[in-house]
């Protein structure tokens, strides 16, 4: 094979498959690493299975268009050459998930700047519109975990995609 056809084949290959800017939908759900925790799902059952009230909320697959972010780099990286019925599951790191834990975002703050009604562990709280959770209150003083959530958690991404829209009102309507 001469190296014009080797490159005419890597430019086919290239181009087979799924690529930036196709608009599908997308089945998947979304766990921790560590915990198996749900993150996010389009899988009703799993959603039950979790004990989710799925009862006003839309689990069908989600309509995304590659190259634009709507879901996590490494898993659209993963979906770049991929055709309508595949499937498969990615790591996403932490630092390209929810972010790194990181020590110096919990803070010590007056209890006097927490509503009287949340001032209990666990308790989701907004102080100078900064959101956190309450790690302990202890006299007059609370410790406040102002990193997001999931900060630090590996996230494994299980995915199918379900099909490829081409409907201009689906996608319009999709995205």
Same mark, same amino acid.
Request: aromatic share 6%; glycine share 8%.
């Given at each position: 094979?001469?190296?014009?056809?080797?490159?005419?084949?890597?430019?086919?290959?290239?181009?087979? %498959? @799924?690529?930036?800017?196709?608009? /599908?939908? @997308? +089945?998947?759900? +979304?766990?921790? &690493? *560590?915990?198996?925790?749900?993150?996010?799902?389009?899988?009703?059952?799993? +959603?039950?299975? $979790?004990?989710?009230?799925?009862?006003?909320?839309?689990?069908?697959?989600?309509? #995304?268009? @590659?190259?634009?972010?709507?879901?996590?780099?490494?898993?659209?990286?993963? #979906?770049?050459?991929?055709?309508?019925?595949?499937?498969?599951?990615?790591?996403?790191?932490?630092? *390209?998930?929810? %972010?790194?834990?990181?020590?110096?975002? &919990?803070?010590?703050?007056?209890? *006097?700047?927490? =509503? $009287?009604?949340?001032?209990?562990?666990? +308790?989701?709280v907004q102080i100078e519109n900064e959101q956190g959770h309450?790690?302990? /209150? #202890? %006299? %007059?003083?609370?410790?406040?975990?102002?990193? =997001? =959530? @999931?900060?630090?958690?590996?996230?494994?991404?299980?995915?199918?995609?379900?099909?490829?829209?081409?409907?201009?009102?689906?996608?319009?309507?999709?995205?």
């Amino acid at each position: 094979m001469s190296n014009d056809s080797e490159a005419d084949a890597d430019v086919d290959a290239e181009e087979t %498959g @799924l690529q930036s800017g196709d608009v /599908i939908k @997308l +089945a998947y759900t +979304a766990r921790t &690493v *560590d915990e198996g925790s749900l993150v996010d799902t389009t899988d009703e059952e799993v +959603a039950e299975d $979790e004990g989710i009230d799925t009862e006003d909320q839309d689990f069908s697959p989600r309509i #995304i268009v @590659l190259g634009e972010n709507h879901i996590f780099p490494d898993v659209e990286q993963d #979906i770049f050459g991929t055709e309508v019925g595949d499937d498969g599951t990615v790591t996403v790191a932490a630092a *390209d998930a929810f %972010g790194e834990y990181d020590e110096s975002e &919990v803070r010590t703050v007056s209890k *006097d700047k927490i =509503p $009287e009604d949340d001032r209990y562990p666990g +308790a989701r709280v907004q102080i100078e519109n900064e959101q956190g959770h309450i790690e302990t /209150i #202890i %006299g %007059g003083r609370a410790r406040v975990d102002f990193n =997001p =959530p @999931l900060a630090g958690e590996d996230v494994e991404y299980e995915y199918e995609v379900v099909s490829e829209v081409t409907d201009r009102e689906e996608k319009a309507q999709g995205i």
